[in-house]
């Protein structure tokens, strides 16, 4: 009996002693003299970026929940309150109202404005004005700038990774600088160039591969069409000769499938990619390419 006990003991004492072992051998994702840095970004793209090229040399919390809409988002006094306690905070202004007011208020360590490094244009409608469109992800070539920005921005905040940094930032930006050329080459001759999107999150994309975005809302879900913007996608779709209504996964207004209903036309997905389905197992390289799928089927394209 005492033996077993004896036995018992050695063995809980001999695996605490593994254990402990095994975390310093490992580290766990960062050793004691290099913790890893806290980042805090708005929503999914700019997640993605960061955590290619943080690795493990970073913790990213992602202020937008997966499947939760990232131009309507709210933030809890504690999500607030952890942008005044990250390293960095990588954001785009517009995209959240709340998130920007959030990072004026609370004045973190240090911020990416990724909306700046990308270079922005503004939408000029006589529905929606004159606006900024933050949805420069849908643009391979300018996550490219940001991804090289934050891999820059990384490694001023911890100099004793900043090569893994610049080298992880290389490696993304070869990875959609193919992705571009993906873009480029299936969409070189296609029999159409109008693509009727849901909200007017494509327009970098369009401009990028000779496109035309007719969008149904504006540059934010939430701006609904006006009966005469609406006669005139109708038009549009009728002298274009245009096949497919897009469809988002997380935001569709109603207008988008009474107006395929309405016009008998056929619907699609495109992605805006402003935020992940949970457990879908995508990624933004992944979802850029179902949209090029989906591009080519819609428009045509050989
Ligand atoms: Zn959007």
Redesign the pocket.
């Known amino acids: 009996m005492k033996r077993t006990r004896m036995r018992y003991v050695l063995g809980a004492l001999l695996a605490v002693l593994a254990s402990a072992t095994s975390l310093t051998a490992c580290g766990a994702g960062g050793s004691a003299q290099s913790p890893r840095l806290n980042v805090v970004t708005g929503f999914y793209p700019l997640t993605f970026i960061t955590e290619r090229v943080g690795g493990d040399a970073v913790r990213v919390t992602d202020l937008t929940s997966p499947g939760v809409e990232a131009?309507d988002l709210d933030l809890s006094p504690q999500q607030t309150s952890m942008l005044g306690s990250a390293d960095l905070v990588v954001y785009a202004e517009t995209m959240a109202p709340v998130v920007d007011k959030a990072v004026a208020t609370t004045e973190p360590k240090r911020t990416l404005e990724a909306g700046a490094v990308a270079g922005l244009r503004h939408t000029d409608s006589k529905d929606y004005g004159k606006v900024p469109d933050p949805?420069f992800w849908l643009d391979p070539l300018r996550v490219a700038k940001v991804a090289e920005a934050i891999g820059e921005e990384l490694a001023r905040a911890q100099p004793e990774h900043a090569e893994e940094h610049r080298e992880r930032a290389r490696r993304l930006c070869e990875q959609l600088t193919t992705l571009d050329e993906e873009f480029r080459a299936g969409l070189a001759s296609c029999a159409r160039k109008d693509v009727v999107t849901s909200?007017a999150?494509f327009g970098y994309l369009a401009s990028r591969y000779e496109l035309n975005q007719i969008a149904i809302s504006g540059?934010s879900?939430q701006a609904e069409p006006s009966p005469s913007r609406i006669r005139q996608i109708q038009q549009a779709i009728k002298d274009k000769e245009i096949t497919t209504v897009f469809f988002e996964t997380l935001a569709t207004p109603k207008m988008a499938e009474t107006l395929a209903t309405d016009l008998g036309l056929k619907t699609a997905v495109l992605d805006?990619v402003?935020g992940l389905v949970p457990g879908s197992g995508e990624d933004y390289l992944s979802l850029m390419r179902d949209n090029l799928a989906a591009l080519r089927t819609a428009l045509d394209c050989r």
């Open positions: 131009h949805h909200h999150a540059v879900p805006p402003e």
